[in-house]
C-alpha cells in the first residue's frame, strides 16, 4: 500500500490519552478526602468551559493552568477547594492513561513507515512522564512550554512545520497529516494554516463554523486501518 503521508503529528491529551478519565477520577478522589461527592459530567462541563479561558489569559505554565482550573471548577461546583491543594490535578496528570485503541494504532502506523510527532498543550517534564504509557518513540514533539502559546494560537503548528522540514527535508515537501480530537485546539488552526487534518471524533460531535476536516474517524483504530 501506497503511503499517503510522511509524518503523522497527533495532540496528545484527549487523541492518544484519556484526558477526561483523569481529570474526573483526579476531583473526585481528592473532593472525597473533604466527604464531597462531586458528578463527573459536571467536573467535565466546568473543565471544558474554564480551561480555555485560563489559556487565553496568556501563556503560563500548564501546570499552573491545571491548578488554576482545579480552583474555578471546584468554585463552580460548590467545593471550597484551597488554592493550595489545587496541585492535585498536575500531579495527576502522570497517571492519564492512553485509551485502548492508541498504542496498538501507533505501532502499525511506525510499521507502516510513518514518522510520528506530538504537538501538546502542556510543559515537557508533564509530557514526559505520559510518554512513557506509549509504545512508539516520536520524531517531533512540541510542547507549549516551547513555543510559549496554548492551541487554538498557531504556535504549534508554525513550529511543527519548521521542524518537519528538518527531520524529512524541505517542508513544502513533505506530506504532513495532523490528527486530533478537538475541533476548537486542532482542527480549526490546522485548516487555517492549510495542514491536512484528520478529526479523530471520540465523542460523535458535529462539526461547526462551515469548517469540514480533511478525514474523520471515531477513534486511531479507524486512522490506522486507512492508512496503515
Given at each position: ?73 471546584a468554585q463552580r461546583l460548590g467545593w471550597p477547594l484551597a488554592v493550595d491543594r489545587a496541585r492535585f490535578l498536575p500531579e495527576s496528570l502522570a497517571r492519564w492513561k492512553p485509551f485502548p485503541d492508541t498504542n496498538p ?48 494560537a498557531h504556535g504549534h503548528f508554525e513550529e511543527a512545520r519548521r521542524r518537519i522540514g528538518g527531520v524529512q527535508g524541505r517542508a513544502s515537501e513533505v506530506r504532513w497529516l495532523h490528527a486530533a480530537q478537538s475541533f ?45
Amino acid at each position: 500500500m501506497t503511503r499517503q503521508y510522511d509524518v503523522i503529528t497527533f495532540d496528545c491529551y484527549g487523541t492518544l490519552v484519556d484526558w477526561e478519565e483523569g481529570i474526573s477520577s483526579a476531583f473526585v478522589r481528592e473532593a472525597a478526602e473533604d466527604g464531597i461527592v462531586l458528578d463527573r459530567a459536571r467536573v467535565l462541563a466546568a473543565y471544558h468551559e474554564l480551561e480555555p479561558e485560563i489559556e487565553a489569559s496568556g501563556y503560563r505554565p500548564y501546570r499552573e493552568v491545571l491548578a488554576a482550573t482545579a480552583v474555578r471548577v471546584a468554585q463552580r461546583l460548590g467545593w471550597p477547594l484551597a488554592v493550595d491543594r489545587a496541585r492535585f490535578l498536575p500531579e495527576s496528570l502522570a497517571r492519564w492513561k492512553p485509551f485502548p485503541d492508541t498504542n496498538p494504532a501507533l505501532e502499525r502506523l511506525v510499521r507502516a513507515g510513518y514518522r510520528l510527532g506530538i504537538l501538546s498543550n502542556v510543559d515537557d517534564d508533564l509530557l514526559a512522564a505520559t510518554r512513557r504509557h506509549l509504545g512508539v518513540l516520536f520524531d517531533v514533539v512540541i510542547t507549549a512550554q516551547q513555543v510559549r502559546s496554548y492551541k487554538p494560537a498557531h504556535g504549534h503548528f508554525e513550529e511543527a512545520r519548521r521542524r518537519i522540514g528538518g527531520v524529512q527535508g524541505r517542508a513544502s515537501e513533505v506530506r504532513w497529516l495532523h490528527a486530533a480530537q478537538s475541533f476548537f485546539h486542532d482542527v480549526v488552526p490546522a485548516r487555517e494554516l492549510g495542514i491536512p487534518v484528520a478529526w479523530i471524533n471520540r465523542k460523535r460531535e458535529s462539526a461547526s463554523g462551515g469548517i469540514a476536516p480533511d478525514l474523520e474517524f471515531r477513534d486511531l483504530t479507524g486512522l490506522a486501518d486507512a492508512l496503515g
